[in-house]
């Protein structure tokens, strides 16, 4: 289950392998450090001041095994 994130400036973000540099749609993602679990957080890169949401281990392998597999549809 997603979280938005009250305090998401904690997350040590990076931009996915995945974006370009062309200003299209693309998120950032931090390992959150003011959490006693790991936690990931997803945000806009274009709104960094945006909402973030954060996602619990299982939640986030979860979203990363769906997102890398070729010929994926929703």
Known sequence: ??????NPQTAGWFTSSYSDNQGGQCVEAGRL???SAPRM???DSKNPDGP???FGH???TSFLGFATQPNKTL
């Open 52 to 54: 973030a949401f954060d």
């Open 41 to 43: 957080a997803v945000r």
């Open 1 to 6: 289950m997603a979280h938005r994130n009250r």
């Open 33 to 35: 450090t003011n959490t």
């Open 58 to 60: 299982t939640a986030w």
